[in-house]
């Protein structure tokens, strides 16, 4: 009897639990976990990597007619940034490292700037601009120079408060033509040179998503494939980091540019892929490319117009790449300046740039 009173209370203990759980189980309220989703990724060994690399290489030389959005960075650091109105343009590009770049008058279509570089030398003529001609010029110069001192600089509280032009400090002042060859034209990979690969994770926002969702921040995978120069010491020094987007497929998101003294020069970002020429043979090569000069303080977007009527392969001579003074501009020799601001004191101020990119209208 005993034996079956306890049996009894230990019974109508397990009900109160369970009743209790119950109870306070209708009052759960489950909550969305706002940790990003880890999208799965695609493995690959680094020789798949350096294939890659060398299938963009493939391209040795390309002409297309191109959209191009110029964004001025110059005062980043205190929050401020120019964008102008997108441009219609034409590039073409050839290795080792030849270049020409026209820029043109939305919907007239003439030419508003023209810039050339045969790989060593840069040479820019500024056919239009928006303040009366003011810097219609035909500059030249060499593409390893540093000009930084030959540009005006204001303070940032005299370009916020308004009492400076800000046009005379803008980053057109350093756009060179030679900025692109390198994200339009992948170098290939060279068995001099040391390789690594490693993995990183970064939290993204997907696009396709609802701003709202808390499924809208993702966990993207990447592979780096660093690129290192054997120095005259032994030492090793970093040249470039291919980005891999390993989800779905192993994809060349982004190519970052070392200088000297490891630095980032370009940093160079892929767009979605398609198909370039109308014979499918330039396949899943980006349809946009986003070049950032991080030293020169701008950005440019350069995105295909047509890809099908990209043409890929064909050679085009020296001399298509030397651009010519015949429309009698007034010459402004980048080196000659810089070797006079190098003797004098204070360094000498110069403005060579202008805005054939327009602002947007409010």
Known sequence: MKDFATRLLRLGVLCVCAGVILISGCNFVKKESKTPTLLKNETARQSDLIKEVNRFARVNSLRAKMDLKFEDNSFAEIGMKESYTQAPGEIVVQRPGMILLKVQMPVIGSDIVQMTSDGMTFRVAILQDNSGGKYKKFVKGTNNADYSRLQKTLDASQVKSGQADRENVNAFANLRPQHFTDAMLVRPTDEANVYTQSSIYEVEEDPTVDKKSHLRKVMRGYYFLDEFVRQPDGSLLIARRFWFDRVSSIRLARQQIFDKDGEIESDILY????????????????????????????????????????????????????????????????????????????????????????????
Do not use: C, H
């Open 271 to 362: 767009g979605r892929e398609g198909n370039l020429t109308e014979t499918g043979e330039y396949n899943n090569l980006p349809l946009q490319i986003l070049v950032t000069r991080p030293k020169e303080k701008y950005s440019m977007r350069l995105t295909y117009q047509t890809p099908e009527s990209v043409m890929i392969g064909k050679s085009f001579p020296p001399a298509a790449f030397v651009l010519e003074n015949k429309w009698k501009l007034d010459e402004v020799d980048l080196d000659k300046k810089l070797s006079e601001a190098i003797v004098d004191r204070p360094p000498l101020s110069s403005n060579t740039g202008t805005t054939f990119f327009q602002k947007p209208t409010q």
